[in-house]
């Protein structure tokens, strides 16, 4: 039925365009390409990484035989966005880079700072901070202000890790000056951000471990649950730092177990082991093994990228 109204659609274009009729007539499009693109955009919100992977790919196909600039950049954007999500940063770098030749070598000038965004987040998860710092500062340059949002919410993540308190402070003051009427994402950055800076800074750590639960609330309501573990982990890492050792101890379980559920194996191990404990109930735990379910893609730990 889609593929017959398309056919029909076609034809109209071709009888307006033959008999010279005076309105304008909308270029055509290429519906393959579309679909493809539409279909990857639906396997990722229901969490089919793999589905969602081979239609991205196709879309590319696509792209490059249509000699699409816009759609190249576009599928290697969200295919590298699926990679990262899939816990493959080393995949998502390779795509980065094929996508940003496959764009030069075409002489494309437009701004590629979603591809920094990526980049930074795969960096990030390989442990390479300084590189992943730069990739960020980078991104933040953007035009688009959600990639401009993301790129300071990875810059203040990366700064923590490395100990960079001046840089954090600048990723403070960026969040500070958020509306309240911002998105709820953004909000819910700003309050991990906020914590994360007290933290470092060792103020309250009871007020972070609020900001930060009130961020974990924030995710788990609109399905964020990659951020909402990392939350998690901040909060646990208040509970530690106001003495609440057993807090803190449940808390980065229950932040393991929801990484592992989503397929972020490298988090889940690590939290693991600042709970000091292996063992993480699980009622549905299959008889022959704990298998986790097909991870879901979202704004993740490393920067929170979204589909094009």
Not at 124 to 133: M, P, V
């Amino acid at each position: 039925m889609m593929r017959a109204t398309y056919l029909a659609s076609v034809a109209m274009v071709l009888v307006l365009a033959g008999c010279g009729g005076g309105g304008k007539v909308a270029a055509p499009t290429d519906g393959t390409l579309s679909q493809d693109m539409e279909t990857g955009r639906d396997a990722v919100d229901l969490g089919r990484l793999s589905v969602a992977e081979g239609q991205y790919r196709a879309a590319g196909v696509r792209a490059l035989a249509r000699d699409d600039v816009a759609a190249i950049g576009d599928a290697g954007y969200n295919l590298a966005v699926v990679q990262l999500d899939e816990n493959r940063p080393q995949d998502a770098l390779t795509t980065i880079a094929s996508t940003r030749a496959a764009l030069s070598v075409r002489g494309t000038q437009s701004d590629d700072t979603g591809l920094d965004l990526v980049q930074a987040g795969a960096l990030y998860r390989l442990d390479r901070f300084d590189e992943a710092a730069n990739s960020a500062t980078s991104a933040a340059r953007a035009s688009d202000p959600a990639i401009v949002e993301k790129a300071q919410l990875l810059s203040g993540i990366i700064a923590d890790a490395r100990g960079d308190r001046g840089t954090l402070d600048k990723v403070a003051a960026y969040f500070t000056q958020l509306p309240k009427t911002a998105a709820w994402s953004w909000l819910a950055d700003a309050q991990e951000i906020t914590a994360r800076r007290l933290l470092a800074d060792g103020g309250s750590a009871q007020t972070a471990y609020q900001d930060a639960m009130q961020a974990v609330a924030a995710r788990q309501t609109h399905v964020e649950y990659r951020d909402m573990a990392r939350g998690l982990s901040v909060a646990a890492r208040a509970a530690g730092q106001a003495g609440n050792a057993s807090q803190a101890a449940a808390l980065y379980l229950r932040a393991s177990q929801s990484a592992q559920k989503e397929g972020d194996t490298q988090n889940a191990d690590a939290w693991r082991k600042l709970a000091g404990t292996l063992n993480m109930p699980d009622p549905f735990a299959s008889p022959a093994n704990d298998s986790t379910t097909q991870p879901r893609a979202a704004a993740t730990a490393t920067g929170a990228v979204t589909q094009k």
